[in-house]
């Protein structure tokens, strides 16, 4: 059975008096499955265990943080938890539209002050992301520990322990160098945890050409309380330090978190890769492990 037959059959069975009439597979992401459904809904459903729970709190970050974000994200409408079974919890919502905003669309533009405006869009985004009261709006991430060093750390050990075997010597080199140094700097751990989207990146930033601005800021899988600067590293990584100096204007103090932002940039690949070992995805490791083997 294809997989788009059997997520339709699926959704039918919690929501009969939902009508479906087209139904597509689009590029799946690395903890969910999409299904685009009547070219006007996006249906997620978790691909692994894991996933299930969360996609239980996605659905709560989404309807709590809402009305604190001036750009548009996704709101579930349709939801089912009733299985613990992989491939069968999901969540569903009204598509927003617009295009990844990739970084062609930045080289190619020929207007700053469009993307001047594109950029204070982001930065005003993630002011609202990062100063959002959680323990009002997201109860559940709010009774988090939250260990800044601990969370580095037990990253170095996940890498030495099952990426270094498949890498080569001068790579485990410069990474072992690279976090011993962040390590050892207790001026990187003082920051105040925050809620952040976790993979603010091209691929979930979507753009209008028509209209010359980000029309919404999908997949929220990743969200938790952590670093403000992580979410500046994906924009750094997806987009350069060019473009990332634009944001200041709308969230000032950029530059000063530049070190945390490089650091956490230099570990996306790898961190890629251990998600493929630890989930048995060959193409998410061997993307991430490429190159440093």
Not at 21 to 44: P, T
Not at 125 to 135: A, D, G, W, Y
Not at 236 to 247: D, I, T, V
């Amino acid at each position: 059975m294809k997989k788009e037959k059997f997520y339709v059959d699926r959704i039918k069975q919690c929501y009969p008096n939902l009508h479906i009439y087209s139904a597509e597979m689009n590029d799946s992401g690395q903890n969910n499955d999409v299904l685009i459904a009547n070219d006007s809904l996006v249906f997620r459903f978790a691909k692994y265990k894991e996933g299930i729970d969360h996609l239980k709190l996605e659905i709560e970050i989404l309807n709590g943080i809402y009305e604190y974000v001036s750009l548009p994200i996704p709101r579930p409408i349709y939801k089912d938890f009733a299985s613990k079974e992989p491939g069968r919890s999901f969540m569903g919502y009204e598509r927003i539209d617009g295009q990844p905003f990739w970084r062609n669309l930045i080289s190619t533009s020929k207007n700053a002050g469009h993307l001047q405006g594109i950029a204070n869009q982001l930065a005003q985004f993630l002011n609202e992301l990062h100063s959002i009261p959680v323990k009002k709006v997201v109860p559940t991430l709010e009774k988090e520990t939250i260990n800044p060093y601990n969370e580095i750390s037990d990253l170095y050990v996940d890498f030495k322990i099952k990426l270094f075997p498949y890498m080569r010597d001068e790579a485990k080199r410069k990474t072992s160098e690279r976090f011993e140094a962040y390590l050892s700097d207790g001026s990187h751990f003082n920051f105040t945890p925050c809620l952040i989207h976790g993979d603010f990146g091209a691929s979930n930033i979507l753009y209008s050409s028509d209209q010359n601005k980000i029309t919404g800021v999908i997949d929220f899988g990743g969200s938790y309380l952590g670093d403000p600067a992580y979410d500046f590293a994906g924009i750094l990584s997806s987009y350069g330090e060019e473009f990332l100096n634009m944001l200041t204007s709308h969230y000032p103090g950029i530059d000063h978190i530049l070190k945390r932002m490089k650091f956490y940039k230099s570990t996306f690949a790898l961190q890629e890769a251990l998600f493929g070992i630890e989930n048995n995805d060959v193409g998410a490791f061997n993307n991430g492990i490429r190159e440093y083997r």
